[in-house]
């Protein structure tokens, strides 16, 4: 294999390219980060890849501290690093990480097929790629009407996802955040991602995804959460880890007096709100003390 000096220059490129990425999901986020580390396990020297790969990783985990799937990985090769690794056997474990996560995509897919009983009208937010995967695969097999797509502000990542699944043939139909409430009557599943899943408490995802959940609640509809059991971790949601983004995404409020705009990208969904989180493992059913199937 051809082999390189990595430059600070170089890794720095690669963590300011995807901690600048404010757009997409956690699997998307930890696929441009796979596609990298294959780079680096690739060409840069043995010596140094320890080090590299250890340095990639925390700085990214940094920037986006609330996706918990490039924490599973950044564990995963942390093991192998600790105890010994040749560049194939490195290189063989990103590409299985890369490999299951399709598989766990699919897996998820096949069990919310089995819940939904007809076709059906869904309603969502924000660009999630397990979801968009998950919602091609049932319009594949004749599972959807027509899908409801909130456009997400302030950076509008929905729209991405509007565009992707009508780019499948799925009739789609744009909103804002603020009609979620009154479109909410006219679907019969309202389905979302994670980044994050606590266990006792309920999931992390950006933020309108809780105002789709007491919608849902209120109108009798299933809300689903479709995410991969890698997002799960042991630690207690703290509100003050939610940190805030840039103001000028909400207003560019310049030197207008007593107006200062408010940013935040993730809130907690309750699990009192959540009708089953699938899994590529199982269903968990929050509301059935913990009933899994």
Request: aromatic letters at 6%; glycine letters at 4%.
């Amino acid at each position: 294999m051809p082999q390189k000096k990595f430059t600070a220059t170089d890794i720095h490129g690669i963590i300011s390219d995807i901690c600048n990425d404010r757009t997409s999901g956690s699997r998307e986020i930890v696929r441009h980060t796979i596609d990298q580390l294959k780079i680096v396990v690739k060409t840069a020297p043995v010596t140094e890849l320890r080090k590299i790969v250890q340095y990639l990783l925390d700085e990214i985990i940094k920037c986006h501290p609330n996706m918990e799937i490039i924490r599973s990985l950044r564990d995963e090769l942390k093991m192998v690093l600790s105890i010994g690794f040749t560049r194939e056997s490195l290189y063989s474990l990103v590409e299985n990480f890369d490999r299951m996560m399709r598989d766990d995509v699919l897996s998820i897919s096949r069990r919310l097929y089995e819940l939904v009983e007809k076709p059906s009208v869904f309603i969502t937010l924000t660009m999630s790629e397990t979801v968009h995967q998950v919602l091609k695969f049932l319009a594949d097999r004749d599972k959807i009407t027509k899908v409801i797509v909130a456009e997400s502000r302030p950076r509008r990542e929905g729209v991405i996802l509007a565009r992707l699944l009508s780019e499948s043939n799925i009739r789609v139909e744009l909103i804002v955040d603020a009609a979620i409430d009154f479109f909410i009557s006219e679907a019969d599943i309202a389905i979302i991602g994670a980044d994050r899943i606590y266990r006792y408490e309920g999931v992390l995802n950006k933020i309108g995804s809780r105002m789709l959940g007491i919608s849902s609640l209120e109108k009798g509809i299933p809300f689903y959460v479709v995410a991969e059991t890698r997002k799960y971790t042991g630690s207690k949601f703290k509100r003050s880890e939610i940190k805030e983004q840039p103001e000028t995404e909400v207003l560019d409020a310049g030197n207008i007096s007593n107006l200062k705009p408010r940013n935040v990208y993730f809130e907690l969904v309750e699990n009192r709100l959540i009708t089953a989180i699938i899994t590529e493992d199982g269903i968990l059913y929050p509301n059935k003390n913990g009933g899994r199937e």
